[in-house]
């Protein structure tokens, strides 16, 4: 893959991503939003990686989610989402400030119910 396409590919992504958490946000402000950055087959790997995968099978700091996360904290205002980062597992959740009800003991909870349910069926 040509890198330059494989970005285009990728930045189209994130827009259209991007617009639809927007419209959702427009029709509903308590609305927020979350992802982890899948690792790379490298960043995956135990013999390359062993100090970045956790016991969950998760792993910390992934490539996808560094670059994610630069971009939702440029497009998402503190204004109105609290960004809640868990580099451990390469975790994100825009948390929008008019949802008192979501607690950050209940996002925690979220992704590690999301973790035990996706990852370690493996």
């Known amino acids: 893959m040509h890198k ?3 970005y285009q590919n990728a930045k189209r992504v994130f827009d259209t991503v ?17 992802f982890m950055g899948a ?4 960043e995956a790997n135990e013999k390359l ?13 992934t490539q996808r989610f560094l670059i994610y996360k630069r971009y939702v904290m440029r497009l998402f205002s503190p204004d109105q989402f609290d960004h809640l980062d868990m580099a451990t597992s390469s975790s994100y959740m825009l948390r929008s ?6 607690t950050p003991k209940l996002v ?3 992704f590690i119910d999301y973790i035990e349910e996706n ?3 493996d």
């Not at 991007?18 to 979350?34: C, P």
């Open 97 to 102: 400030k008019n949802n008192s009800d979501l």
């Open 39 to 42: 690792p790379k087959l490298d």
């Open 4 to 6: 330059t396409t494989g």
């Open 119 to 121: 990852i370690n069926d």
């Open 18 to 34: 991007t617009q639809i958490a927007i419209e959702i946000y427009k029709d509903n402000s308590k609305a927020s939003f979350a």
């Open 49 to 61: 990686n062993s100090q970045n995968i956790n016991e969950d099978g998760s792993v910390a700091n």
């Open 108 to 110: 925690q909870q979220f």
